[in-house]
């Protein structure tokens, strides 16, 4: 069997694949933790649970998600010390992510030190990036240092264009929105990420639940010389208080919002803020494409929520999208009429089943090298 771990910034997610077959999963769950040695114990707390189980002698490998793999990792990559050292040197270009995900590598390691491990980026998909979306507005000597668009989602992405081009559904002139409590789109041309809304880090790009989303720079710098804040000041605001909460200033989850918005004023701006964004950002990556073909949603809110997939899709007619009302109430897998010149999909994603995939295919290459 294949374990896959997620972890998040309070929360491990495990899912158990057979070596061998399909992206069911065999067995899943999740544990919570509050602080950095919270994380061992709670990756330890998991091992424990499938040993009282008799699977974890059954593992013969262990996929992670890390969530940036900078410009060197363009793909999935057996973890050994000298990948461990690299992924070190990157902690600053996500130091609320990777050293909780290394910390989960290591809790492996030291429990089952020869069980191979293999690391899978949300940054890889977008590797192949054109300078034109990968360059900010910036002093060349700074993107030689790395201040450049990486995007994420990318093991979601990825899952979307493996799902539609397995069904022959794969158009030219793609764009994916992978909305969830982090929340990013995608273009795509002929399955190839060609630009994305999430920039150096995964704080850019559109308003999500805690995060801002794409800031003017001023508002930065004016919030630390006029308003006094500290780097780790605001930090918090874009990463932990802004976005929905940070707007609506008491909740960060969309369907509590949607409940309250009828009598809460900040509820309904925090929702047309995210909504409007959203359409704006698929205009956009239209307009990049020259066209649009199809429109998919996937993660948590794009999966589950049709008023919010209808209220992006609504004004965006001119682009030949038409929701059929009954088939995205029922979150059907195509929402589209059967008129509209774009096909519309909804399309639950299943990043731990990439990654299962990934670590399939590198063992088997270390097989076939044998």
């Known amino acids: 069997m294949i374990l896959v771990l997620n972890v998040g910034s309070s929360t491990v997610k495990y899912a158990l694949f057979a070596a061998n077959g399909s992206d069911e999963q065999l067995s899943r769950g999740s ?6 040695a919270g994380c061992d114990a709670a990756t330890s707390r998991i091992l424990d649970e499938l040993d009282s189980k008799s699977q974890l002698a059954a593992v013969t490998a262990v996929g992670h998600r890390l969530v940036h793999g900078g410009t060197r990792f363009r793909e999935a990559v057996a973890i050994d010390s000298d990948v461990r050292a690299a992924l070190r040197e990157l902690i600053s270009l996500a130091p609320n992510h990777l050293p909780l995900e290394l910390r989960a590598v290591d809790a492996i390691s030291r429990r089952l030190p020869h069980l191979p491990q293999v690391a899978c980026f949300d940054t890889a998909f977008h590797s192949g990036l054109p300078v034109r979306a990968r360059r900010f507005g910036l002093p060349r000597n700074l993107s030689e240092h790395g201040v450049v668009r990486y995007g994420f ?6 899952y979307i264009v493996a799902r539609l081009r397995k069904s022959g559904r794969l158009l030219p002139k793609t764009i994916v929105a992978h909305l969830g409590n982090g929340a ?3 273009a795509l041309l002929a399955g190839e990420s060609v630009d994305t809304s999430m920039g150096m880090t995964p704080t850019g790009g559109i308003v999500m639940s805690t995060r801002s989303g794409d800031l003017d720079p001023g508002a930065m710098l004016f919030m630390m010389r006029a308003l006094g804040l500290s780097v780790a000041d605001v930090e918090k605001a874009v990463d932990r208080d802004g976005g929905l909460l940070g707007i609506s200033e008491f909740s960060s989850d969309i369907r509590t919002l949607l409940a309250a918005r009828a009598t ?6 925090a929702l047309d803020v995210f909504t409007y964004q959203a359409r704006k950002a698929i205009g956009a990556y239209a307009a ?5 073909d199809s429109l998919v949603f996937t993660g948590g809110v794009g999966e589950h929520s049709a008023v919010v997939r209808q209220e992006i899709c609504n004004g965006l007619q001119f682009l030949g ?3 059929d009302e009954s088939r995205n109430r029922a979150s059907a897998e195509t929402i589209s009429t059967d008129g ?4 519309v999909d909804v399309i639950a994603t299943n990043e731990e089943g990439m990654i299962a995939g990934h670590v399939r295919r590198m063992l088997a290459g270390s097989t076939a090298g044998r």
């Open 153 to 158: 989602h990318g093991l979601s992405y990825e």
């Open 31 to 36: 544990i919570e933790f509050k602080s950095e």
């Open 340 to 343: 509209s010149r774009v096909r």
């Open 321 to 323: 999208i038409q929701i």
């Open 184 to 186: 990013s789109l995608v």
């Open 288 to 292: 990049a494409l020259a066209g649009l």
């Open 264 to 269: 809460n004023p900040k509820a309904a701006e």
